[in-house]
């Protein structure tokens, strides 16, 4: 399984480290599955947690009323960021929109509501010793104009252009110098929010609607052609890094969490195949644990 997996991977110009794991059992699989990677968007997963466990503590309420103002905001190609006048939405619609379609404004809103501080607190909590998360998006983001002298809507038209040796250099690329996690830890993490552990059990159930909302289909959801599989998961992407995390779950009562992290040769932004190959390889894996 795992020369299969890397043969495809190497074909497509691809590193992988990935975990797949049966959530209410102990049959695991992994590639490379400690090592530390680059978490990009996933981070946002623990954030979840954390707003929905203050929610379920009473020290935030989901209806809590935001005004996201106009102007200048996070960089995104969609979602709030490309609003021209201010809107008001609650931290639940915000977090639907961190979750659902990735959203960094709301994202950034949602982390401030929070704290850094707790997120921390809540990894520490929950054992999760690798992941660290003490950047926000517009933190994130802003290493990388840093880094290339440029603003980073000037740096997503010239990042495809970039060398490997060039983007090397990013510290949005490299995991000791951004947000960062490995593939166990963050199965571990969906493991716990599935079996009502990461947080109370309402709160959990806050973050598995959220994550159930997700609208991309095009990474993990491409590996499974049936509709007796339900898919709840979270992307992760920046130049060279295609990542996603998520839970799979049967109507026969099996449920799985997989994370899959990939590294390009280069910064090629439409490459259909890669975004497949995590479908392949979560499916692939996936296949091995339950005929086990």
Request: proline share 5%; with cysteine; glycine share 6%.
């Amino acid at each position: 399984m795992e020369r299969e997996i890397t043969a495809r991977a190497d074909e497509l110009g691809l590193r992988v480290r990935m975990h797949a794991t049966d959530i209410d059992g102990t049959a695991s699989f992994g590639i490379s599955s400690a090592e530390p990677v680059v978490t990009a968007s996933v981070f946002k997963v623990p954030v979840a947690v954390e707003l929905a466990r203050q929610a379920v503590a009473g020290e935030c309420d989901l209806a809590e009323q935001v005004t996201v103002p106009a102007g200048p905001k996070v960089p995104s190609p969609y979602g709030l960021a490309t609003f021209r006048h201010p809107a008001t939405l609650s931290l639940d619609a915000l977090a639907t929109l961190m979750i659902g379609i990735s959203d960094n404004v709301a994202t950034d809103l949602v982390f401030a509501r929070v704290g850094k501080p707790a997120v921390r607190s809540l990894l520490d909590r929950l054992g999760l010793t690798a992941t660290v998360i003490d950047q926000d998006c517009a933190e994130l983001l802003a290493t990388i104009g840093e880094d290339l002298g440029l603003s980073y809507e000037d740096d997503e038209r010239l990042l495809t252009k970039l060398s490997p040796q060039q983007l090397r250099k990013l510290r949005a690329l490299q995991p000791d110098q951004t947000c960062r996690t490995t593939p166990e830890d963050m199965t571990r993490l969906l493991g716990m929010i599935w079996r009502d552990e990461a947080a109370p059990p309402q709160a959990c159930a806050e973050v598995r609607r959220w994550l159930g909302l997700q609208v991309w289909p095009h990474r993990l959801r491409s590996g499974f052609h049936t509709d007796d599989v339900r898919i709840s998961g979270k992307t992760g992407t920046l130049p060279t890094i295609r990542n996603e995390v998520g839970v799979v779950e049967y109507d026969d009562g099996g449920r799985f969490a997989v994370a899959v992290f990939t590294e390009a040769v280069d910064a090629r932004a439409q490459a259909p195949e890669r975004d497949a190959f995590i479908g392949f390889a979560a499916a692939r894996a996936i296949e091995v644990l339950r005929r086990n």
